[in-house]
């Protein structure tokens, strides 16, 4: 019956120490992964931001594209008579 005991004795405490091990594991994983949320959460931010500034100049870039359109009409628009009186 000894034997059995010892054998018991030793598979829990591999057990315990199993254990052990493994809860610190799962303590190193959930910093991780917290770790992990704060850089994505950043990340997120950043893209948001990248979206936004894209917008904006492709809002501008159609602004410019109008003034310098009606600059040419405009410009057209006054060089024909000139060209007429000559």
């Known amino acids: 019956m000894e034997p059995k005991i ?8 591999e057990l315990k120490l199993a ?3 493994k809860n610190a594991a799962e303590e190193r994983m959930a910093k ?3 770790k992990l949320d704060e850089m994505q959460a950043q990340f997120d931010a950043a893209m948001a931001h990248k979206q936004a500034l894209e ?3 492709a809002a501008t870039q159609r602004k410019m ?7 040419g009409a405009l ?3 006054l ?3 000139e060209s007429k009186g000559l």
């Open 6 to 13: 010892a054998k018991l004795r030793e598979a829990e405490a």
């Open 19 to 21: 254990t052990k091990e």
């Open 32 to 34: 991780v992964q917290a």
């Open 55 to 57: 917008d904006d100049a």
């Open 65 to 71: 594209d109008s003034a310098n359109a009606l600059i």
């Open 75 to 77: 410009a057209g628009g």
């Open 79 to 81: 060089t024909r008579p």
